[in-house]
């Protein structure tokens, strides 16, 4: 048996995407475990919006490894893990963001929470409509509640990239020992200290007592380097050198990867 974890925003499902790309991923994805291996997402995505995706996009997975590590769910959302960042630290974290001057930012416990962010209306599609309910039903919280709660992850956008990996270099300086902090795109992913999408992978795989021999990770940022570093690491054309670096092999898409290592 083997494991094959993904990334899912840029790695499985590119927002710039080609016409049927995804619905190939998740045709390999079903052949991977027709022949006896498990697939999983690890991402920085909350547990809600993967639920949100395998609603309205049928993506196919064994578990789900979300917040890089913080919650760890099956395919019928039965929570194997769960763990939290110190809820003072969370609110030091918050209070670093306020002063920062950031506008986007959101907690969770990996299911609901808080968000501050200024919707930008410049996309008027079905989906687009429906993942803004899916936030408003989920998001409902006040910070004040939502700093109550165990929190998993907080998380903020950056307007560049650059900006998300100074960002998440800055919370990891100021609260080394307490929290962890990942750039991831533009965003920048805070969750509790030692969680990683490596360390998410890893509890998935001795479920199952799938060795790290047998064990891919792919991705295509920064958050994703414990995982590409821990195990078969595979990125994608489009990542920064610093991913490529680290990276055993590079695939236009998970599908090639998949068919290619099935």
């Known amino acids: 048996m083997k494991l094959f974890a993904?990334?899912?925003?840029?790695?499985?499902y590119k927002h710039n995407r080609q016409k049927g790309e995804i619905e190939a991923n998740i045709q390999q994805v079903g052949k991977w475990q027709?022949?006896?291996?498990?697939?999983?997402?690890?991402?920085?995505?909350?547990?809600?919006?993967?639920?949100?995706?395998?609603r309205h996009r049928k993506i196919k997975y064994d578990y789900v490894v979300g917040l890089n590590g913080a919650v760890i769910v099956d395919r019928d959302d039965n929570i194997l893990l769960q763990e939290a960042i110190p809820n003072q630290t969370a609110r030091?974290?918050?209070?670093?963001?306020?002063?920062?001057?950031?506008?986007?930012?959101?907690?969770?416990?990996?299911f609901k929470g808080y968000v501050r962010a200024p919707f930008r209306w410049a996309h008027k599609s079905g989906l687009w409509l429906k993942l803004v309910g899916l936030m408003t039903r989920t998001y409902?919280?006040?910070?004040?509640?939502?700093?109550?709660l165990p929190v998993a992850q907080i998380a903020v956008t950056m307007?560049?990239?650059e900006e998300a990996?100074?960002?998440a270099k800055q919370v990891n300086d100021q609260f080394k020992g307490e929290a962890t902090a990942f750039a991831n795109l533009v965003h920048v992913d805070i969750q509790?200290?030692?969680?990683?999408?490596?360390?998410?992978?890893h509890f998935v795989a001795n479920k199952y007592g799938i060795p790290k021999n047998q064990i891919i990770g792919m991705g295509d940022s920064f958050n994703d380097l414990p995982m590409l570093e821990a195990f078969l690491g595979l990125t994608l054309p489009e990542a920064k050198k610093e991913i490529k670096d680290v990276a055993d092999g590079i695939y236009e898409t998970v599908g090639r990867a998949l068919e290619d290592l099935r």
Do not use: C, W
């Not at 498990?38 to 809600?48: N, P, Y």
């Not at 209070?95 to 950031?102: A, C, D, H, R, V």
């Not at 409902?140 to 109550?148: D, E, N, P, R, V």
């Open 6 to 12: 993904s990334d899912y925003d840029g790695t499985f």
């Open 34 to 54: 027709q022949a006896g291996n498990l697939f999983i997402f690890a991402t920085g995505r909350s547990i809600s919006m993967m639920q949100f995706e395998k």
């Open 92 to 110: 030091e974290i918050v209070g670093l963001i306020e002063e920062s001057g950031i506008e986007s930012y959101s907690i969770t416990d990996g």
């Open 140 to 148: 409902h919280l006040s910070k004040a509640q939502a700093l109550t």
């Open 159 to 161: 307007p560049s990239q």
């Open 165 to 167: 990996v100074a960002f």
């Open 192 to 201: 509790a200290l030692g969680l990683s999408k490596a360390t998410g992978t």
